[in-house]
Structures are given as structure tokens and as C-alpha cells.
């Protein structure tokens, strides 16, 4: 990262989910799959489904209104919000718009950020940069997706593995050697037709074939994002924590996207770090893409895993095909 004017880091937390659950149990009714099956290869349980009048504002908004509580800080005081999502409640106006309204964020700045899974880590980089510069002072990050509105129900090798949430963050100011330490963003576009929703956009509008042919729903090669993941989440955590002078056992806690729990144990397995640093959740949402990380970090956080000076590594990957990594050291 570029030498701070100050630092910045996270002063408050928030997450929001559907009520409904949908279980492994109900998945075998609806595809040829077994609990059994879905739990050894992603260690998936059951996964939360937005309701039909649902969408992701809906969400995000309710993420955001808890992270500000939990911050301390009026939404009126607001100077940035800053989406991160695949799945806009529509082309534009801009979902941070809708929240941005909803909240009373009336003197903020907004924009939406499309990272796929990496994207709430993106989100907090662009953040606590302009914090750093003094630009900004209080800036709303939000991670939200309702991944179960572009998921083919019919599709086994992937409905399985989606659920919908979110997740926020309040960035503002801390004390200088707290917050955010360093970050390692990037992406191989090359690979980006690996996981792709293709239909929908200026190359191929909406039309009879393409809702026929099933292309606004997520198309994924399992096997070629399954490698990507395994080899960039070690590599990018390594990348940042070098970036501030600090080796993979420095880390107190490690909050990975949750995608795969086998994805998870290899991402450990090449850090040569414990189990007992990791923050798991994905048994109980599946993968929520933007959503994923900053869920996870408000539980671990609630849960009290958390402590005043922790070292925290978070880690995405997602769509692009995108990676990004942080490291914060707790507190303000």
C-alpha cells in the first residue's frame, strides 16, 4: 500500500440474512444429490434463500444499519457506500443508490463494485485508501448478493453451493499500527470464462434463446476455479503479510471466503497455519460471494474470537477470475 497520511480501519460490523433455510435434506428432493454427497466435497449444510419480494438493497441495507449501530456512526455522517455485489437489484440506478436512500446517507458518495467473491475485500481497500488520504472520513462498505436469483435449480453440480446474505463494514480513522496494514488485489482475466454469467449484458441482451438456453444463470467450471482457488489463497495472504513485515504465524485469526471447505483446509495446508485460526462458516450459508467475508468476520467477531491487537487476514476469490487479501490489526 502507498505511505499513510493516517490510518484506517474497521469501527463496526453488521450482517443480514433471509429467514428461509434451505437444507441439504430439501436439496435432495429438488436433484439428483445426497447430504451425504454435498457435505464431504463442500462441507455445505444449508444455506439461507431470499424471500420472493427480497432483493439485495433489502439486504445490504439491513447489514449497513447494523454496522453503523455497532460503529456508532449516523448515516447522515456518512461520506462513502460502497457496494460490493453481483447481483444488482437492477442495471441502474446503482444498489448503493437504493441503499444510500434507505439509510438516510444523504451526504454520501456511492458506487457499486463488481469483484465476484473477492469483492468486499476490493471494497475495504478502496475504503481505507481514501480514509489514509483524508478524502474521506466514515466510509459504509457493504458485501451483498442473493446468489439464489441466478442459481439453475436443475443444475446439481451448482445449486448446491449458493446461498444469499450480507455483510458491512464501517472504515474510518484509527490509531496509527491498527486497521488495515496491507492489501494484495489483482486478477487473470484470461480465465475469466471459467465462471461467467453470460447472458444479460450489451453482448448478449436479454432475449427468447438466451432464457431458453439457460445463460442468465451461473455458469461455472468447477475443476478450473477448484485449482485457481487452492493455489492464489495461499499465495495472495503470503503476498500481503510480506507487504507489512509478517509471516503466516503472525496471524491471530483468518478469515477466508467461504466457497469449499476443502478449498479452505488447502488454503491452511500451504500457509502452515492450524485449523484452530481459521473462521468457518460455511456450513450454515454456503457461499454468499461478496457477502462471504465480512459475514464471516462480524461472527468470528461476535463470537469472540476477535481480540484488541489480533492480526487478521481475510482472503476472496471469485469471478474475473479475481483475488484480494487484507491485513488488519484489530482495533481503533
Known amino acids: 500500500m502507498t505511505r499513510q497520511v493516517r490510518a484506517a480501519g474497521i469501527w463496526g460490523l453488521g450482517m443480514a440474512v433471509p429467514e428461509r433455510i434451505l ?10 444429490t445426497t447430504d451425504e454427497w454435498i457435505t464431504t466435497r463442500t462441507g455445505i449444510k444449508e444455506r439461507r434463500i431470499a424471500a420472493e419480494d ?3 438493497s433489502d439486504l445490504a441495507t439491513r447489514a449497513g444499519k447494523l454496522a453503523l449501530r455497532e ?11 460502497i457496494v460490493a455485489t453481483v447481483t444488482p437489484d437492477m442495471n441502474f440506478p446503482a444498489t448503493a443508490c437504493i441503499v444510500q436512500m434507505r ?16 469483492g468486499f475485500v476490493y471494497a475495504l481497500d478502496i475504503a481505507a485508501r481514501t480514509v489514509e488520504s483524508g478524502a474521506y472520513h466514515r466510509v459504509l462498505v457493504i458485501g451483498a448478493d442473493v446468489l439464489s436469483r441466478i442459481t439453475d435449480w436443475t443444475d446439481r453440480s451448482t445449486c448446491v453451493l449458493f446461498g444469499d446474505g450480507a ?17 494484495d488485489l489483482g486478477a487473470v482475466g484470461a480465465e475469466g470464462h471459467f465462471l461467467t454469467l453470460p447472458a444479460g449484458g450489451s453482448r448478449k441482451p436479454a432475449s427468447l434463446e438466451t432464457v431458453e438456453g439457460k445463460e442468465h444463470y451461473i455458469h461455472m467450471q468447477g475443476n478450473e476455479v477448484y485449482k485457481f482457488a487452492v493455489r492464489v489463497m495461499g499465495e495472495t495472504v503470503q503476498r500481503a503479510l510480506k507487504k507489512c513485515d509478517l509471516a503466516p504465524e503472525d496471524m491471530d485469526v483468518f478469515v477466508p471466503h467461504q466457497a469449499n471447505i476443502r478449498i479452505i483446509d488447502a488454503a491452511c495446508k500451504r500457509l502452515g497455519i492450524s485449523r484452530d485460526k481459521v473462521f468457518v462458516n460455511v456450513h450454515a450459508y454456503g457461499n454468499t460471494s461478496a457477502a462471504s467475508v465480512p459475514m464471516a468476520l462480524y461472527e468470528a467477531f461476535r463470537e ?9 487476514a481475510l482472503v476472496g476469490f471469485g469471478a474475473g477470475l479475481t483475488w484480494a487479501s487484507a491485513i488488519l490489526r484489530w482495533g481503533r
Not at 437444507?23 to 435432495?28: F, I
Not at 460503529?71 to 457506500?81: M, P, R
Not at 439509510?103 to 473477492?118: H, I, W
Not at 463494514?169 to 486497521?179: K, M, N, S, T
Request: charged share 25%; net charge negative.
Open 23 to 32: 437444507t441439504n435434506a430439501d436439496l435432495e428432493r429438488m436433484v439428483d
Open 54 to 56: 427480497e432483493a439485495t
Open 71 to 81: 460503529a456508532g456512526v449516523a448515516a447522515e455522517d456518512l461520506d462513502l457506500v
Open 103 to 118: 439509510l438516510g446517507a444523504t451526504n454520501a458518495a456511492v458506487f457499486d463494485l463488481s469483484a465476484g467473491c473477492s
Open 167 to 183: 455483510g458491512a463494514a464501517v472504515v474510518g480513522p484509527v490509531e496509527h499500527g491498527r486497521g488495515l496494514l496491507a492489501t
Open 304 to 312: 469472540g474470537r476477535i481480540d484488541d491487537g489480533d492480526i487478521v
